[in-house]
């Protein structure tokens, strides 16, 4: 985003539902910690437990009907029906003990950057770290873990992916 926007909140999805809606529901991180997905495994069934908000909201299963894939975000599906469903004991799935996770995509609007053509890229992106206070490598680490998925119907070969960290 140096002169322009390229890249957009959410999944692929088809046109006409890009819009203010939309962009609400996926201008936005989910963030997660291990702790919590674990109380949620050994409390989901608990009369009174309620399911904190990242894990309910936690984006598991796409919408079809909209052009988008049905299973999103990883996450466990305990009696896999292939719906996320938290309240049946479903939970994300995450790397390391802190998760941040988002999904964006290159095709919802002009690319008003460097003026290019999108690809129906849908990029799935988990930072994570790990609490390691025992190994100051580990501990002081933070990973990104990256998912580009081809959403068009052209098959691109010789596809070169890159990160520019301006830090």
């Known amino acids: 985003r140096q002169f322009g926007t390229d890249f957009f909140p959410g999944p692929v999805s088809s ?20 702790q919590e997905i674990l109380t949620h495994i050994s409390s989901w069934e608990q009369t009174g437990y309620e399911v ?14 909209k052009g988008q894939v049905s299973v ?10 292939g719906v996320y469903d938290p309240a049946s004991g479903d939970y994300p799935v995450i790397r ?4 941040i996770y988002f999904i964006y995509n290159d095709n919802r609007s002009p690319h ?3 003026n290019g053509t999108g690809l129906m890229a849908e990029i799935h992106c988990m930072v ?11 501990n002081n680490t933070v990973f990104v873990n990256y998912l580009v998925t081809n959403r068009s119907n052209i098959t691109y070969s ?3 992916l890159s990160v520019f960290a301006d830090t």
């Open 15 to 34: 046109g006409e539902y890009y819009d203010f809606s939309y962009d609400t529901t996926w201008t936005r991180v989910w963030k997660l910690n291990k």
């Open 52 to 65: 904190p908000r990242s894990i309910a909201t936690w984006p598991g299963n796409g919408d079809p009907s």
């Open 72 to 81: 999103m975000a990883p996450y466990h599906d305990r009696n896999e029906n």
């Open 96 to 99: 390391g003990d802190q998760a």
């Open 112 to 114: 008003t950057d460097y």
């Open 128 to 138: 994570y770290a790990f609490d390691a206070p025992e190994d100051p490598a580990l």
């Open 158 to 160: 010789n596809v070169n």
